[in-house]
C-alpha cells in the first residue's frame, strides 16, 4: 500500500506563495489535482518518476513549479502568484503504471487525504 501525505497548505493572500509537499513511500509518476467546492476535480501538475518530465494545467502554467526529491520521498508545488480561484483542496495522487504523468485522475492510483488552500482577495 502506498501512502502519501500532503503539507504546506494553509491561508495566503491574493499574491502570495505556498509550498505543498507530498510524502510517498514510492517513485511513481506524480500529479496534484485540487477540487473547489461543488467543482469537479481538476488536474494542476505532473511529475515523472525520475523528475526529468513536468506538465501543467493552463491555469498553473508560469505560477506554479512542480519537482521531486526522491532522496526524500517528497513531491512539491511550488505555488506563486496565488489567486481566490485557487482556493481548493488539494491532493497528490501516484501513477504506478506510466512513466510520464498525466492528466486523467482516472489513471491514477493512489491518493492522499488533501490539504486545504484558501487565497483571500
Known amino acids: 500500500q502506498v501512502l502519501l501525505v500532503e503539507s504546506g497548505g494553509g491561508l495566503v493572500q491574493a499574491g502570495g506563495s505556498l509550498r505543498l509537499s507530498c510524502a510517498t513511500s514510492?517513485?511513481?509518476?506524480t500529479g496534484w489535482f485540487r477540487q473547489a467546492p461543488q467543482k469537479e476535480r481538476e488536474f494542476v501538475a505532473g511529475?515523472?518518476?525520475?523528475?526529468?518530465?513536468?506538465n501543467y494545467a493552463d491555469s498553473a502554467k508560469g505560477r506554479f513549479t512542480i519537482s521531486r526529491d526522491n532522496a526524500k520521498n517528497t513531491v512539491y508545488l511550488q505555488m506563486t502568484s496565488l489567486k481566490p480561484e485557487d482556493t481548493a483542496v488539494y491532493y497528490c495522487?501516484?501513477?504506478?503504471?506510466?512513466?510520464?504523468?498525466?492528466?486523467?485522475?482516472?489513471?491514477?492510483?493512489?491518493w492522499g487525504q488533501g490539504t486545504q488552500v484558501t487565497v483571500s482577495s
Open positions: 514510492e517513485h511513481y509518476s
Open positions: 511529475v515523472s518518476r525520475s523528475g526529468g518530465t513536468t
Open positions: 495522487a501516484e501513477d504506478p503504471f506510466r512513466a510520464v504523468p498525466s492528466a486523467n485522475d482516472q489513471l491514477y492510483m493512489y
